[in-house]
């Protein structure tokens, strides 16, 4: 039987093929229904099998309209994630931390987590007029009417006290009973099977044919509300009166007041949660008071005033094939066991991570080993343990290769650092191809080409580096195999607009080592312009908020090197942003020149992390601790009584966030 990426080739050659003879030729040679039918076996194998993904695949291709029938929406409320945690410790370490940060009374709200896909349903004057996925968390795709197929959704919601305008967050799942059924179906027209409840729960919720989604069973669990004007204070009365309205609120939710209940909570759901007909992963905690939880805030992943605590993941037993070697675009090069295929919570494992030599060593790994497999919080699962008892002949011990897998550079290790890089950034071709892969994620530029086109590209000798993107011509692209003239349009279209991308995502594209999002953000508001971070000292580097050595001479290495800057001046001569927008120089100024300033306590005008950005903003340093260079206190409520005493002796000057405002004005 030909294999299933065989299989996902063939079918995107067809549809790829089709779109053309339809769109560019006008002659369609199959039907609408065939096309439609091809098109849905496509989009099943991509759902079972995410490792053959591809941005360029007929099915997610930006602009044919055949596919692309999801609008994307910009989240009203972002769509945050939570952090994880695994043990009691950890939870009582969030206890304690809201504890400190509050300093009153307050409740926690013990929900179980449901394991499917999030949604975010928007209901105005009552009637849903919306159901849009997470994506990004920013913006996602608009799946109304898929959503409206689901039994437990109500498409009107019930009761006279319901706001004019409300979002409701929560979880599409598929049921175990339906999960079986729906892979007996598969398995019996040799169709290939999903993995988990979740991914057939997401493939289905991205289906284009609202009545296969129908006939798939969804069901719907919503465990948060959004808007301007909740009907109540605190989360588990506003959940209690959705439920009244009708919308699907499970009954496991539970409030309580002390860290013991909390832990009960744990123990009877661990255990109760295996009889449940939907599969749930933990248990999320949350601060009851909606203004305590606005009070708490958010930092720039999560929430402070929720964490998700994971039930214990399963663990397998099975065998180390063997060990390659995998190159990122930094030039790390990480160790990954291949194994024996084995189920783990519900997916196939087949290749785990030894994240570097040290780790290898410490496992004392043989080839044939009998090995525990358990997944963490990452997707990639890993290897705990070596089941010596069980060795009967001692393979190979596994030692760290020395040379890039790739290029055949011998490997470099620097000090204090457990990683072994390739040092030929600029010969290596899988570094250079994982840099211009990095530098076209949504995030950062958002040019519609996934690794396949980065490296079909790169093999024609197209693009050595991402500035060559910006030389693409369109004969170039049209007479690539299997491109045709919408595909380069497509293609060169995007690459236009990644022109008007700001400049703290650029900064994050350029993929200098250690900065990511937040840093590249960071930096750009520090330096508005490419010019003055290139010039920019370690001193003057490190004398930003939360920019350590590490990332100032990482920063100041880039620079220093004539590569990268002949890269960035080529960038800059095809027209991408190089300094802040018009806009965030607006909110710009230099107010707070010179002044480090401490937040505590707790602010009724606007969040911490919004006086941190404004603190930014205006040219201060915001500070963590109180020390003799600290110029002012922004204190909200229930200052700590440490830090003011600390204030007083120093001498300090303690102002309110009232003050604060007028200071920037
Ligand atoms: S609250 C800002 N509650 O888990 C807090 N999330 O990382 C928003 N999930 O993708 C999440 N059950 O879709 C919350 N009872 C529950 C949940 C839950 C499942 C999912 C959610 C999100 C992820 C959190």
Redesign the pocket.
């Given at each position: 039987m030909e294999s299933v990426r065989q299989q996902i080739e063939m079918l995107r050659r067809q549809l790829h093929e089709h779109n053309y003879n339809y769109y560019v030729l006008s002659q369609p040679t199959i039907s609408d229904f065939e096309f439609d039918r091809l098109m849905r076996q496509l989009m099943d194998l991509e759902t079972a099998y995410p490792e053959y993904h591809d941005p360029n695949s007929p099915s997610v291709r930006v602009g044919s309209d055949v596919n692309n029938n999801f609008i994307q929406v910009t989240h009203r409320f972002p769509?945050?994630?939570?952090q994880?945690t695994y043990s009691e410790g950890e939870v009582a370490d969030f206890y304690n931390r809201v504890k400190r940060a509050l300093n009153e009374e307050f409740e926690i709200v013990c929900?179980?987590?449901?394991?499917?896909?999030?949604i975010s349903l928007v209901y105005e004057h009552g009637r849903l007029t919306r159901a849009v996925t997470?994506g990004d968390g920013r913006k996602g795709d608009d799946v109304t009417a898929n959503v409206r197929t689901i039994r437990n959704v109500p498409l009107v919601l019930n009761g006279n006290d319901v706001p004019p305008y409300i979002e409701v967050?929560g979880?599409i799942l598929m049921p175990w009973s339906s999960f079986d059924a729906l892979n007996k179906e598969r398995a019996e027209q040799e169709e290939p099977l999903f993995a988990n409840p979740r991914n057939a729960a997401s493939g289905t919720l991205k289906m284009q044919d609202s009545r296969v989604v129908a006939s798939r069973k969804l069901e719907s669990?919503v465990?948060?509300l959004l808007g301007d004007d909740l009907p109540a204070r605190s989360h588990f009365d506003n959940m209690t009166l959705a439920r009244k309205w009708g919308l699907n609120v499970s009954d496991a939710m539970r409030r309580c007041s002390t860290p013991e209940e909390v832990f009960d909570y744990l123990k009877e759901w661990d255990i109760a949660r295996k009889n449940l007909p939907v599969i749930t992963d933990g248990v999320?905690l949350?601060v009851d008071s909606l203004i305590q939880q606005r009070n708490l805030g958010a930092t720039s992943k999560?929430?402070r005033w929720?964490i998700?605590f994971k039930f214990n993941a399963e663990q397998a037993v099975t065998r180390l094939e063997s060990v390659s070697y995998q190159v990122g675009r930094t030039g790390a090069v990480t160790p990954v066991a291949n194994l024996d295929p084995v189920l783990l919570s519900g997916t196939t494992v087949k290749r785990a991570s030894l994240y570097n030599e040290d780790a290898v060593l410490a496992l004392d790994l043989h080839i044939g080993d009998m090995v525990y497999v358990e997944k963490g919080g990452e997707i990639i699962p890993k290897i705990t343990g070596v089941d010596k008892e069980a060795r009967f002949l001692l393979g190979d011990k596994v030692a760290f290769t020395r040379k890039c897998p790739d290029c055949g550079t011998p490997l470099v290790r620097n000090e204090d650092e457990a990683a072994y890089y390739c040092p030929n950034s600029e010969g290596c071709p899988t570094q250079i191809k994982g840099r211009i892969e990095h530098f076209v994620t949504r995030k950062a530029m958002n040019i519609a080409i996934g690794p396949e086109t980065v490296n079909l590209l790169y093999d024609k000798g197209l693009i050595r580096d991402a500035a060559n993107l910006y030389q693409l011509r369109f004969e170039e692209l049209a007479g690539l195999e299997r491109w045709g003239e919408t595909s380069a349009n497509n293609l060169l279209e995007s690459i236009e607009q990644s022109k008007s991308v700001p400049y703290e995502r650029v900064l994050y594209a350029l993929g200098v080592r250690f900065v990511g999002e937040t840093v590249a953000q960071k930096l750009a508001q520090a330096f508005p312009g490419i010019d003055q971070l290139a010039q920019a000292t370690v001193e003057q580097l490190v004398a930003v908020d939360e920019i350590g050595e590490r990332i100032a001479q990482s920063v100041t290495a880039y620079f220093a090197d004539p590569l990268y800057c002949d890269f960035v001046r080529r960038l800059r001569q095809n027209g991408l942003q190089f300094t802040l927008s018009e806009e965030a120089l607006a909110a710009k100024s230099d107010k707070l020149k010179g002044l480090t300033i401490v937040i505590s306590g707790t602010f009724e005008l606007h969040s911490r992390d919004e006086y941190k950005v404004m603190i930014l903003q205006n040219g201060g340093k915001n500070s963590g601790s109180v020390s003799k260079n600290t110029d002012y206190i922004l204190a909200g409520e229930n200052m700590g009584p440490a830090k003011l005493e600390k204030a007083l002796k120093l001498g300090v000057k303690v102002i309110d966030e009232q003050t604060f405002l007028e200071m920037l004005q």
């Open positions: 769509m945050l994630s939570l994880n929900e179980l987590k449901f394991d499917g896909t999030s997470r967050r979880e669990c465990y948060s999320v949350k999560f929430p929720s998700a």
